[in-house]
Nanobody, 120 residues
């Protein structure tokens, strides 16, 4: 019903920058919130950043001041600009969205994930 298509990511040296984007498509009545989570090898998935339709933002610990999330509500797209990257930012970054597919039916969706690798 709803597909999240991610782009961006890749490999960079410490101190560098990368950008991620995620576009939601399909049967969409309204997108409530979109964001990013990441999972490093051997660790649990953790919040990177989320943004709701009203512009409210939450950042995970360790990325505040370095990462910036933004959203284009008209295009159902969320962007993540990652600056001053550190090796500990390495992981699989997955897009997440809470989407109403009808006026009273919603669900949570995930993208396929994209690898971010930061070398020291």
């Amino acid at each position: 019903q709803v597909e999240l298509v991610e782009s961006g990511g890749g490999s960079v040296q410490a101190g560098g920058s990368l950008g991620l984007s995620c576009a939601a498509s399909g049967t969409i009545f309204r997108v409530v919130a979109m964001g990013w989570y990441r999972q490093a090898p051997g660790k649990q998935r953790e919040l990177v950043a989320t943004i709701n339709a009203g512009g409210g933002i939450e950042y995970g610990e360790g990325v505040k001041g370095r990462f910036t999330i933004s959203r284009d509500n008209a295009k159902n797209t969320v962007l993540l600009q990652m600056n001053s990257l550190k090796p500990e930012d390495t992981g699989v970054y997955s897009c997440n969205a809470y989407v109403y597919t009808t006026y009273n039916q919603w669900d949570q969706y995930w993208g396929q994930g994209t690898q971010v690798t930061v070398s020291s």
